[in-house]
């Protein structure tokens, strides 16, 4: 239900937000009320510092739209939804209604932090074993079978978190919140080289379904670098939400076509992919709920960090990790020792989630004690300043710890993770001091690769988050109605109860890596937040090696060698793999300002924009 004394905020309200889509361009306006033609934003701002509200996503098109909806006095849900919404259009390989994602919101009116689970959800007849070829009884191929599939399609929750949150908080309706993403959808925007690198990359699975081929691949290539790209089937789906609201998407056409489409993808004759196909039913469609879940909290130096609780283990890690390093002086090491702390409380911190953590509706998550100062105590006690841990490290035991240095861990337990490099994340805050962190995915770049036909977005394939082979005592098996772990870590951090940092990235399971490491260098290392977003990252998630960027190899690897880490690089130089996370985040600061900041060179950069700029 939306609060009444949220409406009256506006000074105009419904009408203000109605002008939205008009003022986004300087646009000549057609009979029907549409942009015939306008200004596109492309112009990219890393960093913005001023006053009355800020949004950064890593699009400027998304960003915008989000501003101006502050301006016309929205506030940060109404703000957070349209930026999600325009994201579907121009970040359509990381991002839309065919996925879901964790919103965690700060309330200036209570002071309250509230999460919204938007979790891609498993069929309810999903079997165990759904992730094994029939043919051979061995599991499939993560690549190709499992990434491009019907099999992996999970219930998208996206849309439903959108209306929760807007319920919720929000002042706007959902049709005013599609509008700017209905105007950027069709009137097209600028091909930038990052999207045109990410449709290269995905050519011989987008070339696999004649949806995606006519969609994504118009001549037969990427759409080139500077034209304009649009998708007017996804403005009229937009268009039908905005009449509609979830009924044709969760009950009706959309949800019929959907299930159709994981059972029957719309194979080209060309393709010689094998795409296995899903078990979705309508009726899982109608069951979708999202979930209020209550924030992960931990306090590290003073500073509240709330975060995602499980289905992610975004909140329970990260929370984990920094207990441990609470127990060090971090801020008098040198900078390898403070390095070496973070990698191995990390990879602690992985051993426990690997072994704990998972949809708290079919398993006894213990989070109370993962995010236990006690427990972080013990587990503290296994980092050596002089070596580097042998990994991977066995998982704590929740069952018996009490502090002290003594106690004998668990067995090991350490499953593979698969690294996506999709998703996005935003951060919006409002002149109220209201804050909304909020990642949002598809899960791998381009998801299942499956444009749903004349819809215009794609289908997730998040259920590869769930472990392919059934284990009764993996917290992560595959179990219908089940919503496969996540990595995802939105998180607001208060200062003396008021907001201080709100920031959140991209990247599976291192978008923990990437928010522990930006909170470490911005508490522990002094670095500026926009020295936090730029600073070369590494991740150790409970593996031999530790996975990082070139940039972290180099400026960082000659002083962590001597301690015995060793080093991955993330991805082939030149290539989007190569990048760890595209985070943002906004930094409050005294008397009201805000310094938003936003990927400087990560993902081609990103947007950062305040409704007043400093002077
Ligand atoms: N599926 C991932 C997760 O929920 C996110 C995907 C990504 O960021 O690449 O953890």
Same mark, same amino acid.
Not at 220 to 243: E, R, W
């Given at each position: 239900?939306?609060?009444?004394?949220?409406?009256?905020?506006?000074?105009?309200?419904?009408?203000?937000?109605?002008?939205?889509? *008009?003022?986004?361009?300087?646009?000549?306006?057609? *009979?029907?009320?549409?942009?015939?033609?306008? +200004? $596109?934003?492309?112009?990219?701002?890393?960093?913005?510092?001023?006053?009355?509200?800020?949004?950064?996503?890593?699009?400027?098109?998304?960003?915008?739209?989000?501003?101006?909806?502050?301006?016309?006095?929205?506030? @940060?849900?109404?703000? *957070? %939804?349209?930026?999600?919404?325009?994201?579907?259009?121009?970040?359509?390989?990381?991002?839309?209604?065919?996925?879901?994602?964790?919103?965690?919101?700060?309330?200036?009116?209570?002071?309250?932090? =509230?999460? %919204?689970?938007?979790?891609?959800?498993?069929?309810?007849?999903?079997?165990?074993?759904?992730?094994?070829?029939?043919?051979?009884?061995?599991?499939? #191929?993560?690549?190709?079978?499992?990434?491009?599939?019907?099999?992996?399609?999970?219930?998208?929750?996206?849309?439903?978190?959108?209306?929760?949150?807007?319920?919720?908080?929000?002042?706007?309706?959902?049709?005013?919140?599609? !509008?700017?993403?209905?105007?950027?959808?069709?009137?097209?925007?600028?091909?930038?080289?990052?999207?045109?690198?990410?449709?290269?990359?995905?050519?011989?699975?987008?070339?696999?379904?004649?949806?995606? $081929? !006519?969609?994504?691949?118009?001549?037969?290539?990427?759409?080139?670098?500077?034209?304009?790209?649009?998708?007017?089937?996804?403005?009229?789906?937009?268009?039908?939400?905005?009449?509609?609201?979830?009924?044709?998407?969760?009950?009706?056409?959309?949800?019929?076509?959907?299930?159709?489409?994981?059972?029957?993808?719309?194979?080209? &004759?060309?393709?010689?992919?094998?795409?296995?196909?899903?078990?979705?039913?309508? &009726?899982?469609?109608? @069951?979708?709920?999202?979930?209020?879940?209550?924030?992960?909290?931990? #306090?590290?130096?003073?500073?509240?960090?709330?975060?995602?609780?499980?289905?992610?283990?975004?909140?329970?890690?990260?929370?984990?990790?920094?207990? %441990?390093?609470? +127990?060090?002086?971090?801020?008098?090491?040198?900078?390898?020792?403070?390095?070496? =702390?973070?990698?191995?409380?990390?990879?602690?911190?992985? @051993?426990? $989630?690997?072994?704990?953590?998972?949809?708290?509706?079919?398993?006894?998550?213990?989070?109370?004690?993962?995010?236990?100062?006690?427990?972080? @105590?013990?587990?503290?006690?296994?980092?050596?300043?002089? !070596?580097?841990?042998?990994?991977?490290?066995?998982?704590?035991?929740?069952?018996?710890?009490?502090?002290?240095?003594?106690?004998?861990?668990?067995?090991?337990?350490?499953?593979?993770?698969?690294?996506?490099?999709?998703?996005?994340?935003?951060?919006?805050?409002?002149?109220?001091?209201?804050?909304?962190?909020?990642?949002?995915?598809?899960?791998?770049?381009?998801?299942?690769?499956?444009?749903?036909?004349?819809?215009?977005?794609?289908?997730?394939?998040?259920?590869?988050?769930?472990?392919?082979?059934?284990?009764?005592?993996?917290?992560?098996?595959?179990?219908?109605? !089940?919503?496969?772990? &996540?990595?995802?870590?939105?998180?607001?951090?208060?200062?003396?109860?008021?907001?201080?940092?709100?920031?959140?990235?991209?990247?599976?399971?291192? %978008?923990?890596?990437?928010?522990?490491?930006?909170?470490?260098? $911005?508490?522990?290392?002094?670095?500026?937040?926009?020295?936090?977003?730029?600073?070369?990252?590494?991740?150790?998630?409970?593996?031999?090696?530790?996975?990082?960027?070139?940039?972290?190899?180099?400026?960082?690897?000659?002083?962590?060698?001597?301690?015995?880490?060793?080093?991955?690089?993330?991805?082939?130089?030149?290539?989007?793999?190569?990048?760890?996370?595209?985070?943002?985040?906004?930094?409050?600061?005294?008397?009201?300002?805000?310094?938003?900041?936003?990927?400087?060179?990560?993902?081609?950069?990103?947007?950062?924009?305040?409704?007043?700029?400093?002077?």
């Amino acid at each position: 239900m939306t609060h009444l004394s949220r409406r009256t905020r506006l000074a105009a309200p419904g009408a203000a937000l109605g002008l939205t889509a *008009a003022l986004l361009v300087t646009a000549t306006t057609s *009979a029907h009320g549409q942009q015939a033609d306008g +200004q $596109r934003h492309t112009e990219k701002v890393p960093t913005s510092i001023g006053y009355g509200g800020a949004v950064t996503s890593v699009d400027p098109e998304a960003s915008a739209a989000g501003l101006q909806v502050l301006k016309e006095g929205g506030n @940060a849900v109404d703000a *957070a %939804i349209a930026t999600a919404a325009t994201l579907g259009v121009t970040e359509p390989f990381s991002t839309g209604i065919g996925g879901g994602g964790f919103f965690v919101y700060y309330d200036a009116a209570t002071g309250q932090v =509230h999460t %919204i689970d938007g979790r891609e959800t498993a069929p309810e007849s999903m079997p165990h074993d759904a992730f094994i070829d029939p043919s051979t009884g061995k599991p499939y #191929n993560f690549t190709p079978e499992l990434v491009t599939s019907g099999v992996s399609v999970g219930v998208p929750g996206s849309l439903a978190t959108w209306q929760s949150a807007l319920d919720q908080w929000g002042t706007t309706s959902l049709a005013q919140a599609l !509008k700017p993403a209905i105007a950027v959808a069709r009137r097209g925007f600028v091909v930038d080289p990052t999207f045109h690198q990410q449709t290269e990359e995905n050519k011989v699975r987008f070339d696999a379904f004649t949806s995606t $081929r !006519k969609l994504y691949l118009p001549n037969g290539d990427a759409p080139k670098v500077g034209s304009i790209f649009h998708n007017p089937d996804l403005a009229n789906t937009y268009q039908l939400l905005a009449q509609r609201g979830l009924q044709p998407f969760y009950n009706g056409d959309i949800g019929a076509e959907i299930v159709r489409t994981v059972h029957n993808p719309p194979k080209t &004759s060309t393709t010689t992919l094998p795409i296995p196909t899903g078990f979705m039913e309508r &009726s899982d469609l109608a @069951a979708y709920h999202t979930i209020d879940r209550a924030p992960t909290h931990v #306090n590290y130096r003073g500073y509240d960090v709330y975060g995602m609780a499980p289905a992610s283990s975004g909140g329970s890690t990260v929370g984990e990790a920094l207990n %441990i390093l609470g +127990q060090f002086d971090m801020s008098s090491m040198s900078t390898a020792q403070q390095l070496h =702390h973070y990698l191995e409380a990390s990879a602690l911190a992985f @051993a426990d $989630r690997g072994k704990y953590v998972g949809d708290p509706a079919y398993v006894d998550v213990p989070l109370s004690d993962l995010l236990s100062p006690t427990f972080a @105590a013990e587990r503290a006690c296994q980092i050596d300043p002089t !070596k580097a841990l042998s990994k991977p490290v066995a998982a704590g035991d929740v069952t018996s710890y009490d502090g002290q240095c003594d106690t004998p861990s668990a067995a090991t337990t350490s499953s593979g993770d698969h690294e996506g490099l999709s998703t996005s994340n935003l951060t919006v805050a409002d002149k109220w001091g209201d804050v909304v962190e909020y990642t949002l995915t598809i899960e791998q770049t381009g998801g299942s690769g499956i444009v749903l036909p004349h819809r215009g977005f794609l289908l997730n394939n998040e259920l590869t988050d769930f472990d392919a082979v059934y284990d009764p005592a993996d917290p992560n098996n595959i179990q219908g109605g !089940k919503r496969p772990r &996540s990595s995802i870590s939105p998180t607001i951090v208060l200062n003396n109860g008021k907001p201080w940092l709100a920031l959140g990235s991209p990247g599976g399971s291192t %978008i923990i890596t990437t928010v522990l490491q930006m909170l470490v260098d $911005r508490i522990d290392r002094g670095m500026t937040i926009e020295q936090a977003i730029a600073d070369p990252r590494g991740s150790q998630r409970n593996t031999t090696s530790v996975t990082a960027e070139q940039s972290f190899i180099d400026t960082y690897g000659p002083l962590l060698a001597p301690l015995g880490h060793t080093f991955s690089p993330a991805g082939a130089p030149g290539t989007t793999a190569a990048e760890i996370g595209a985070a943002t985040a906004i930094e409050f600061g005294p008397q009201g300002l805000i310094t938003a900041v936003s990927e400087p060179v990560r993902r081609g950069g990103g947007s950062a924009l305040v409704v007043t700029p400093a002077p």
